[in-house]
């Protein structure tokens, strides 16, 4: 059996960071989806808000690093909770628990950029001020495109 979702939106509001008893870090935070089709009759695109669980590392993660609006693509398993509420009625609620989160958006350099300015993932040395473009570190060269013809 396969119970795994993926879904990419944006944080309704800043990742809720908390520990269990036994201090273990808990984050919830809520996605705003959009969903692919506007309907039959062209009406306005709907979204969903749909609530996420991430726990550990996964957890402190996200706490650091998403605040509200942030686009985040986050995958896990789909998982409903059953609970009865203060007046004795029985609810049920569904939420992804996420195992992985990844970033959906570049980070902006600073808030004058454009939306898609591209920040390289890497944060350790700029390469880019190296005198010779072909010469990386790790013994690693750039490939000229002059042959044209692949290597395989």
């Not at 898609?116 to 000229?144: C, I, K, M, R, W």
Request: net charge negative; with cysteine; aromatic share 10%.
């Amino acid at each position: 059996m396969l119970n795994h979702i993926t879904i990419m939106g944006r944080l309704t509001r800043d990742p809720e960071l908390r520990y269990t008893q036994s201090q273990i870090p808990v984050a919830s935070f809520t996605l705003a989806v959009d969903r692919d089709y506007s309907g039959r009759d062209g009406g306005e695109r709907q979204t969903d808000f749909i609530d996420c669980v991430a726990w550990r590392s996964t957890a402190e993660f996200i706490s650091k690093y998403f605040q509200k609006g942030s686009m985040a693509v986050a995958s896990g398993r789909l998982q409903l909770r059953d609970w009865t509420d203060k007046e004795g009625n029985k609810r049920r609620n569904a939420e992804v628990v996420v195992d992985n989160i990844y970033f959906g958006e570049s980070k902006r350099r600073d808030s004058e950029s454009a939306p898609n300015t591209f920040t390289p993932p890497y944060s350790g040395n700029d390469y880019s001020s190296q005198s010779s473009p072909s010469s990386l570190p790790g013994g690693f060269e750039e490939l000229s495109d002059d042959d044209g013809e692949l290597p395989f």
